[in-house]
């Protein structure tokens, strides 16, 4: 279907991050049992549960919007976790591997910060108030978990990758 409104638009938007983050649900358990700090394994872990949450969340929205979401795969999120899964498969467990997965999580953090970002902005204009506070409480997730990666990565793995 095209979109040809902006209702439309927001419709593909919310079915494509709606696809998203049910493929994110399965890359996440991956990433946690490849990773080898304690501290990243529980991020993974934390972000699956807010990553449940956030699908709940979606369907508040379709709910609150009477809309009906469509039938799509997020080919952008295939593209981000077929690429942390390459990292599993090519660098051996520990440090260097843990530094490679918080990129590659980083990477899915800033497509749904600006997925997320552009369905509130849609959802103002679309006057679905209600609608776009649930998305924005779901963009602060998605700052906060890019915000603790960030942290991870500086005080820890990639000292820890340089030793290695």
Same mark, same amino acid.
């Given at each position: 279907m095209a979109s040809e409104t $902006?209702?439309? $638009?927001?419709?593909?938007s919310l079915s494509d991050v709606y696809s998203a983050e049910k493929q994110l649900t399965k890359a996440l358990p991956k990433m946690?049992?490849?990773a080898t700090n304690a501290n990243l394994k529980a991020i993974f872990e934390s972000h699956l549960e807010e990553t449940r949450g956030q699908i709940l969340r979606i369907d508040q929205v +379709?709910?609150? *919007? !009477?809309?009906?979401?469509?039938?799509?795969? *997020?080919?952008?999120?295939? !593209?981000? +976790?077929e690429e942390s899964q390459e990292l +599993?498969?090519?660098?051996?467990?520990g440090a260097v591997l843990d530094a490679g997965l918080i990129g590659a999580a980083q990477k899915v953090e800033h497509y749904e910060i600006a997925t997320y970002g552009t369905l509130a902005a849609l959802a103002k204009k679309l006057g679905e108030k209600d609608a776009m506070k649930l998305l $924005?409480?779901? $963009?602060?997730?998605?700052k906060a978990a890019d915000l603790k990666l960030t942290k991870l990565a500086d005080e820890e793995v990639t000292e820890e990758a340089a030793a290695a």
């Open positions: $902006l209702k439309d $638009l927001f419709i593909h946690a049992r490849a +379709v709910e609150s *919007c !009477g809309i009906k979401l469509m039938r799509i795969k *997020c080919a952008a999120m295939e !593209g981000l +976790v +599993v498969d090519e660098i051996e467990k $924005l409480e779901t $963009l602060e997730e998605e």
